[in-house]
């Protein structure tokens, strides 16, 4: 009876302890479901709430981008001051051929990220003499001239256009919100928008048109005598030296004489030929059709800049002619320049080009191509030559009478911009100014500058030539003239563009997205 009793009682403990192995390995199973649920909800949530976030910064930015459009629509009905968002007003898109487009634009696409990094500034700053001697670096002293709204219509600005950072966009911003407009209405909303599109550009045109009539001026019937007889009076009233407007036979006497000088050089330098075009001299030991293709894009500039001067066809701005002497070699650069212009070499070692421009309103340019055989050098040596030649003409340019710093780099910067769009060297300053701007909140003192600007400076000083003429190329013609004639540029600022100089910057910055833009 004892035996069946242990038995018994062994069997019932068995199978309780089975009974409670099993229900323990049930809790642990329900305890790893329970865990790896509430391990799926966490991150469920953490998604949903991340969605959520999204689309709440979206809506933000939208309302944001909103905002701005109204602050733009605001800005073209300022009276003081005619903001134009279009082609020379923002300075960093990331896109070259969208530099620059004339239209009117808007702000509903984002600015392109100004570039992390610097670009290191090849070659010696600009500076200049008492003499008129201007110099580059390898990047040529930056600046940029903008082109004037008639010049778009040819393919050659239209390549060259300028400083654009955002787009035209025929988004509906109402549609883009609600998400609920049906595809009929949206066409029926492209179709009127389009149509008064239309009907803005027309009258645009048309505003266009009637302006150049205003802007006309008288024609000139005085003759030769009397112009030289004013010229000699306003001299002697002012203290101002115009330039003589040459004659024909002149202009033929200044010519040759320029031609004997050539031959000189020829002499010191076997190697060299020079060739001619319709208002410069070429003098090289390149090959010619690398000498022909700059003398192209020289004559391309002097269009241009005639152009936004408002010169009328056939205009002598030259003495002569312009002479260009540009060498394969440094050595032979810096040869010439001790020889013609008793330079040192140690001096200008570091120049990649000179602007020789004398009293007498000679004007020589000299250079040296470097690496020829990278079609990114040739670009940026014929950028170099633009850049120099520019500085030659405003030289001659109605008077002897000195432009400040800022606005002559700015002018001389942007022709190779719009002349030889290959070369970037501009548009990679521009966008290290802008940069340097936006963190600063200041143009450092750029427009009080005497003699010498920073590297940084030189793409925002670009950037300023470009919106003035945006603003109206031919109140910016007016402005120079005014300058040229010694009148403060403060001054002549107010009177053509009816702001100060403070409020050039601020609205200046505005449209960079630099709100309180200071000296």
Not at 171 to 189: A, C, N, T
Not at 223 to 248: Q, V
Request: charged content about 30%; aromatic content about 10%.
């Amino acid at each position: 009876m004892n035996s069946s009793l242990d038995l018994t009682t062994l069997l019932s403990f068995t199978l309780g302890w089975r009974k409670k192995t099993v229900t323990l390995r049930a809790f642990r199973g329900f305890g790893f479901c329970a865990l790896f649920f509430a391990v799926f909800l966490a991150l469920w949530a953490d998604a949903v709430s991340l969605q959520a976030q999204t689309r709440t910064e979206k809506n933000s930015a939208r309302k944001l981008m909103l905002e701005l459009s109204e602050e733009e629509n605001e800005a073209e009905d300022d009276g003081d001051f005619e903001v134009d968002f279009g082609a020379n007003a923002g300075f960093d898109s990331d896109d070259e051929k969208h530099l620059g487009n004339s239209k009117r634009t808007s702000t509903s696409k984002k600015f392109s990220k100004s570039s992390r990094e610097r670009e290191a500034y090849s070659g010696s700053t600009a500076g200049s003499k008492s003499d008129g001697k201007s110099r580059s670096g390898n990047s040529s002293k930056s600046k940029t001239s903008s082109k004037s709204k008639n010049s778009s219509k040819s393919k050659t600005s239209a390549a060259a256009e300028l400083g654009r950072e955002f787009e035209d966009s025929d988004f509906d911003e109402k549609s883009r919100v609600s998400g609920s407009s049906s595809k009929k209405s949206s066409k029926s909303k492209n179709a009127s928008k389009n149509s008064s599109q239309k009907k803005k550009d027309t009258s645009r045109n048309q505003t266009v048109k009637k302006g150049k009539k205003k802007n006309e001026e008288p024609e000139d019937l005085r003759t030769p005598e009397e112009k030289e007889r004013d010229r000699m009076e306003y001299f002697k009233r002012t203290g101002i030296w115009r330039w003589p407007e040459l004659t024909p036979e002149q202009h033929e006497k200044a010519v040759a004489k320029q031609k004997e000088y050539l031959e000189e050089i020829k002499a010191a330098f076997p190697q060299t030929v020079y060739y001619e075009s319709e208002h410069f001299f070429y003098l090289t030991d390149a090959p010619k059709p690398i000498a022909l293709e700059c003398l192209k894009y020289l004559e391309a500039m002097f269009a241009r800049l005639c152009q936004i001067f408002e010169f009328p066809p056939g205009s002598a701005v030259w003495n002569g002619k312009c002479i260009v002497c540009a060498f394969v070699f440094q050595q032979q650069f810096l040869q010439f320049e001790q020889k013609f212009f008793s330079e040192s070499a140690q001096e200008f070692s570091g120049a990649s080009g000179l602007a020789h421009m004398s009293s007498d309103g000679n004007v020589l340019i000299s250079l040296f191509y470097g690496d020829i055989s990278k079609m990114e050098a040739r670009w940026k040596f014929i950028g170099i030559l633009v850049h120099e030649t520019t500085h030659g003409f405003m030289h001659r340019y109605r008077a002897r009478q000195r432009i400040p710093i800022w606005l002559e780099e700015g002018i001389a910067d942007s022709m190779p911009v719009v002349i030889v769009p290959a070369d970037r060297q501009t548009f990679l300053k521009q966008r290290s100014g802008l940069e340097r701007m936006r963190m600063t909140g200041s143009v450092g003192g750029l427009m009080t500058a005497q003699g010498h600007i920073e590297v940084w400076q030189y793409g925002i000083a670009s950037g300023l030539v470009m919106f003035l003429i945006k603003q109206d190329s031919h109140k910016f013609k007016k402005f120079l003239d005014d300058i040229k004639d010694g009148k403060d540029w403060e001054a002549a600022l107010r009177e053509h563009y009816g702001c100060s100089a403070e409020e050039l910057l601020f609205h200046f910055g505005r449209v960079n997205r630099v709100p309180r833009l200071t000296f």
